[in-house]
């Protein structure tokens, strides 16, 4: 009898847990903080698969980070595991070596370190990643307010720095300085580099600016520019995709009088071919004008933030604007660059929430997945401030009842700023978590195919 | 009247103690007549009639347990059964578990053995007070970093003390081994650290207490060393050191956090009513599993106390192994404040716990005759 008890005593400390065979994997989590304390902001964020191309290996989110101790923001570029958690990253303050830049005529390149301003991030085949941004420099010794240049960075797998590309606009001189602008890379076919931005002209305004370049040896093949002369004119390439036909499209949004009836900033759309010259196929659009109460004349001014391809052509968003107040859109466009469907994304909660689209991605179903920001998210008796927005529309921009979800602690500032989705359905967004006291940590969120917090 | 009342008193006093006196003269008078053989002189000085009734009020109770026995051995001597039956009951009532001493007449002896001595059941009660350790069975977190329990982490924490209380009902079977249910508050806590940066883990963290009540329902058996052993002298040992085992059905009262919040960025503390467990998020869902179980074990010590060294002074020791997870990951995000502005997710988890207590328990009797000599 004894021993019975002091055996029953000394199986209490071996391990007694009966464990649940359908507990979820360990470290999992719906939303995994990535980096360091410091003034973060998420941009883009792409997977990353095997060499099968089918098994997901993970996530490459590109961004800004300001730590407490630095002078300015830099590139922050993080690698991740399929469940969120880091593997290693990547903080790049190019070097600043603009080669050929010579604003203060010493017969020297200047050296210019600023801001960096994130664009997109681009996973290269075999391996290997390539971003692209903007540098803004101020510097009051140089003469320089807000003076932007195109910096691009080519990395390993392990996100070390293989090279740093700049590019600034030629027509700049000590006293009038032009900013160049990049926002996008896209890998062609021909293993080619196609930048696509903004670049200032002697008008006063910005016209569309695209670049090809070696993929290898970064040779320029050539550089484009296209726009609307006139100081309020700005014209931005944000996208670009190459087509079946082995043409270009380029998406971007221009601001100008008068175009095909629209006024404001719209939406445009421009197909070029390999060499960089239009084909003919181009388009402008809006989202429909109002009048209000006292019968005036509203409008709209759409700025487009992402592109999306869908069988038959492309699903556009941005932000659009009237007044203070902001409203997610949509845009369904043909690859004939024809505008089938458009409008706002109004908001379940309350339609009158204002709104921002900052990215979108196609769901297993074909329908899209729409994330940006409530400016000001209110919903009963809750007040949170800006809160992380998902949206849903199928194919033809009707809401997907039901999926609407908001995001972010009660009193930051808080945003989605890109979205994938994954081969089981489940959602990954990049996000930008504002905590507070100058920290903002990029966050990856996980939803479910319904939009819930992934659990 | 003053003066009337403290003469009655005086008087009252020394009736009272001249009576005192008397009923201890007549008791010694019995038990000189007992050595000398005269049977029916004790039984006329103590047959609980008249004057012998009043002195059983008055004897003390050493020498109610002298008079009773004297009784009962006058009664088996002059071949009286029943009346020694029922001095003997009554000699137990008033000493329990009396031990016989070596040199009682064996016929004593045999009148005992057929009567059930020993209690029928005890009540113990015993409160103490408890460290939690925290076993993780899957980590949920939205940081790089794990988290730390009881102390554990860079950040101050305290180490999950907590205190608890039980009433148990136990009976001896045989041998030493008793069987016991009965009920148990439990207040047990852990304490967090979760940190947000590898390498900054001072920085950016938030810190609290899980704070649950319980009520349980136990159920053990307990061996107790040495329990029918008696010195050379016949006297029962005053210490018993025993073992036990058992297990429990848990449930839940309420659960809270305490002292939680967040350093780094703009503070966030999780205040009342957000910072409620069991009623959590907007539906008022519980984010912990009411219902559990754990099996337990320990030791401890008893020490005879009390006039007749039936009752116990207890010391013990015990362990409790919580079987399942004490999260219900149904819930585990109901919490928007907890998960989202405070920024923390709950591990699947058990709440073991190491626990000393204080306790007291007693006896009690209905000392009847065993079926087979009915």
């Known amino acids: ?455 | 009247m003053r003066f009337t009342f403290i003469c009655l008193a005086v008087l009252c006093s020394y009736v009272t103690i001249g009576q005192t006196a008397q009923c201890t003269r007549r008791l010694t008078d019995a038990e000189e007549a007992f050595d000398q053989g005269r049977l029916q002189d004790v039984l006329d000085a103590l047959d609980k009639k008249g004057a012998a009734k009043d002195c059983f009020a008055a004897f003390t109770i050493p020498e109610r347990i002298r008079a009773e026995k004297l009784l009962t051995k006058a009664y088996l001597f002059t071949d009286n059964p029943a009346e020694a039956e029922k001095s003997l009951v009554d000699l137990l009532h008033v000493d329990k578990e009396h031990q016989l001493a070596k040199d009682d007449p064996a016929e004593l002896h045999h009148l005992y053995s057929q009567f059930k001595t020993e209690p029928i059941f005890r009540v113990g009660f015993r409160a103490g007070i408890n460290k939690s350790f925290v076993k993780v069975l899957q980590n949920f977190g939205n940081t790089q970093v794990a988290k730390q329990y009881n102390g554990a982490g860079p950040n101050e924490t305290g180490i999950g003390v907590g205190f608890h209380a039980e009433a148990l009902v136990e009976r001896h079977i045989k041998n030493g081994i008793e069987i016991g249910t009965g009920f148990q508050f439990r207040s047990a806590s852990y304490e967090f650290d979760a940190s947000f940066i590898p390498g900054q883990e001072a920085d950016f963290y938030i810190t609290g207490k899980n704070r649950s009540s319980m009520l349980r329902v136990p159920l053990l058996a307990r061996y107790n060393f040495n329990y029918d052993k008696k010195t050379v002298d016949g006297i029962r040992l005053n210490k018993m050191w025993y073992v036990f085992a058992g297990g429990s059905f848990d449930y839940v009262v309420d659960a809270q956090y305490l002292n939680t919040a967040r350093t780094g960025g703009t503070a966030f503390t999780l205040n009342a009513p957000k910072n409620s467990l069991t009623s959590a998020g907007d539906n008022n869902v519980s984010q912990v599993a009411r219902s559990n179980a754990s099996i337990f074990g320990g030791g401890g010590l008893k020490i005879r106390f009390g006039r007749s060294k039936v009752d116990f002074i207890t010391f013990e020791v015990r362990y409790d192994n919580s079987l399942f997870n004490y999260i219900d990951p149904a819930n585990r995000y109901a919490n928007k404040d907890l998960n989202i502005d405070l920024g923390f997710v709950e591990d699947d988890l058990t709440i073991n716990t190491v626990s000393i207590s204080v306790g007291y328990t007693k006896s009690f009797y209905k000392p009847t005759k065993r079926k087979e000599y009915r």
């Open chain 1, 1 to 455: 009898m004894k021993k019975l008890f002091y055996i029953a005593a000394l199986s209490l400390f071996i391990s007694c847990q009966i464990e649940d065979d359908n507990a979820p994997g360990p470290e999992e989590s719906f939303i995994k903080y990535l980096g360091v304390i410091a003034d973060q902001e998420a941009k883009d964020i792409e997977p990353i698969y095997a060499d099968d191309g089918v098994t997901l290996d993970g996530f490459v989110i590109f961004g800004t980070q300001k730590q407490a101790d630095s002078l300015d923001s830099d590139y922050y570029i993080v690698r991740t595991d399929a469940l969120g958690n880091i593997e290693t990253t990547a903080t790049i303050d190019p070097n600043g070596a603009v080669e050929g830049l010579d604003l203060d005529g010493n017969d020297q390149d200047d050296v210019l370190t600023g801001n960096e301003i994130a664009g997109q991030i681009e996973v290269l085949p075999g391996g290997g990643f390539i971003a692209i941004g903007s540098t803004s420099v101020t510097d009051q010794a140089k003469d320089l307010t807000d003076f932007r240049f195109i910096s691009l960075v080519v990395l390993d797998a392990e996100l070390n720095v293989l090279r740093e590309v700049t590019a600034f606009n030629e027509n700049s001189t000590r006293t009038t300085p032009l900013n160049l602008e990049g926002n996008d890379i896209t890998v062609l076919s021909d293993g080619s580099l196609l930048i696509v931005g903004a670049i200032e002209t002697l008008d006063g305004d910005t016209d569309y600016y695209y670049r090809k370049l070696d993929g290898g040896t970064d040779a320029i093949s050539f550089t484009k520019t296209l726009g609307l002369a006139g100081a309020a004119n700005d014209d931005v390439l944000v996208r670009a995709f190459e087509t079946d036909k082995q043409t270009i499209a380029l998406f971007g949004y221009s601001e100008r009088i008068g175009n095909a009836g629209q006024i404001g900033t719209n939406v445009s759309y421009v197909e070029v071919n390999q060499n960089g010259n239009p084909t003919g196929g181009s388009g402008n659009f809006g989202i429909p004008d109002t009048v209000d109460a006292s019968n005036v004349l509203r409008v709209f001014n759409d700025v487009l933030t992402d592109v999306v391809e869908k069988p038959g052509g492309y699903m556009a968003v941005g932000t659009a604007t009237i007044d203070a107040s902001s409203f997610a859109f949509f845009m369904d466009i043909d690859f004939d660059g024809i505008s089938r469907r458009k409008g706002r994304l109004l908001s379940e909660f309350d339609p009158t929430l204002t709104t921002k689209a900052f990215g979108v991605s196609t769901t297993i179903t074909n329908d899209f997945v729409v994330v940006g920001q409530y400016t000001n998210f209110r919903f009963g008796l809750e007040q949170r401030g800006e809160e992380a927005m998902f949206q849903r529309i199928n194919q033809v921009g009707e809401k997907v009842e039901g999926f609407e979800s908001n995001y972010g602690l009660g009193d930051g500032n808080d945003n989605a700023a890109d979205v994938i989705t994954l081969a089981d359905g489940k959602i990954v967004v990049a996000t930008t978590i504002d905590f507070g006291g100058g920290i903002r940590m990029i966050g990856l969120i996980k939803l479910n195919d319904t939009g819930e917090l992934d659990r």
